[in-house]
């Protein structure tokens, strides 16, 4: 009789450490399709400038250790800048990465921390560290302007992001800042996309 007990009782308990682990590896993937940006004005050194920023997406992934610090996230999208009367120009494009931070109003960070995976490979994605309170700066491209062209764009596909360290809400924002110059000086021009939530 106890054996027969036992034996139920093991059975039970194996379908209940069964069904806590499901959960655990059940997260998908979330996919978050972005609004296209547009910024378009004639500076005041007499420079048009028309920014864009189409088909961006996000894919967040929650962490393999599930243990609700780290996360990732991989980003997807296109911008472009038409510019005239401009004889210099940079274009950069990033992200702004917050760890418990509204940042649906925009930031304009200097000598925080700054990532740019120019010296690293497209397959190695940045990593940051973020404490409550922390935004942080991953910087995906920057180009330089053809003024004969007119123009000048970033495509990025599949970029990844890498997030640790944040025990609450995460929230990325695109950005890209146009810098045009001229005889008459120079201007930035930025445009942010729509804040999105990392987990």
């Known amino acids: 009789m106890n054996s027969r007990r036992e034996g139920r009782l093991g059975i039970i308990g194996l379908g209940l450490a069964v069904l806590m682990l499901g959960p655990a590896v059940a997260h998908a993937d ?13 500076t005041a050194t007499g420079v048009d400038v028309d920014l864009t920023r189409t088909g961006e ?3 967040v992934s929650p962490s393999l250790a599930a243990n609700g610090l780290s996360r990732s996230a991989s980003v997807t999208g296109v911008v472009m800048a038409k510019v005239a009367h401009a004889t210099k120009g940079t274009l950069v494009t990033g ?5 418990q931070v509204d940042l649906s109003g925009g930031l304009s960070l200097s000598g925080d921390a700054y ?3 120019s010296s690293i490979t497209p397959e190695v994605a940045p990593s940051i560290s ?26 990025y596909a599949g970029r990844g ?3 640790s360290g944040c025990a609450g809400y995460a929230q990325a924002r695109a ?20 804040p999105f939530s990392v987990g």
């Open 130 to 155: 973020l404490v409550p309170g922390g935004v942080s700066q991953v910087v995906l491209d920057t180009k330089q302007l053809d003024p004969t062209a007119g123009a000048v764009g970033i495509a």
């Open 57 to 59: 997406q996000a894919i």
């Open 30 to 42: 979330a996919v978050t399709a972005l609004p296209d940006g547009e910024q378009a004005l004639t």
């Open 95 to 99: 992200y702004l990465v917050g760890c």
């Open 115 to 117: 990532i740019s995976p």
């Open 175 to 194: 950005f890209s800042t146009l810098t045009v110059i001229n005889d008459q000086g120079s201007t930035e021009v930025s445009l942010y996309g729509q």
């Open 161 to 163: 992001i890498q997030l």
